[in-house]
Nanobody
Framework: QVQVVESGGGLVQAGGSLRLSCAASGRPFIILNMGWFRQAPGKEREFVARIAWSGGSTSYADSAKGRFTISRDNAKNTMYLQMNSLKPEDTAVYYC????????WGQGTQVTVSS
């Protein structure tokens, strides 16, 4: 079974930065894509960014473009989300996912941006 574990969340002031990490482990597997969703209180889970493991092509939600950067370390089976110029509306639980034979989700990491 594939496991994904997020880390790096926390409390930051508006305008600040955070880097989230997502590490994958488990039985031998092939990663197709990894990405991030987020869910704010009272709202539906929404897409943030994704990266193709082979080739590294990326895509972002409009809210993340120009501020967030997704990257990966193939050797470590780890994905990162560098978040800059954070806004209070970025406050949410951020969930990592991995696409292999099926989609696996992490437990989430809280990001809180104070105004």
């Amino acid at each position: 079974q594939v496991q994904v574990v997020e880390s790096g969340g926390g409390l930051v002031q508006a305008g600040g930065s955070l880097r989230l990490s997502c590490a994958a482990s488990g039985r031998p597997f092939i990663i197709l894509n990894m990405g991030w969703f987020r869910q704010a209180p009272g709202k539906e889970r929404e897409f943030v960014a994704r990266i193709a493991w082979s080739g590294g092509s990326t895509s972002y939600a409009d809210s993340a473009k120009g501020r967030f950067t997704i990257s990966r370390d193939n050797a470590k089976n780890t994905m990162y989300l560098q978040m800059n110029s954070l806004k209070p509306e970025d406050t949410a639980v951020y969930y990592c996912y991995l696409d292999s034979s099926r989609r696996s989700w992490g437990q989430g990491t809280q990001v809180t941006v104070s105004s």
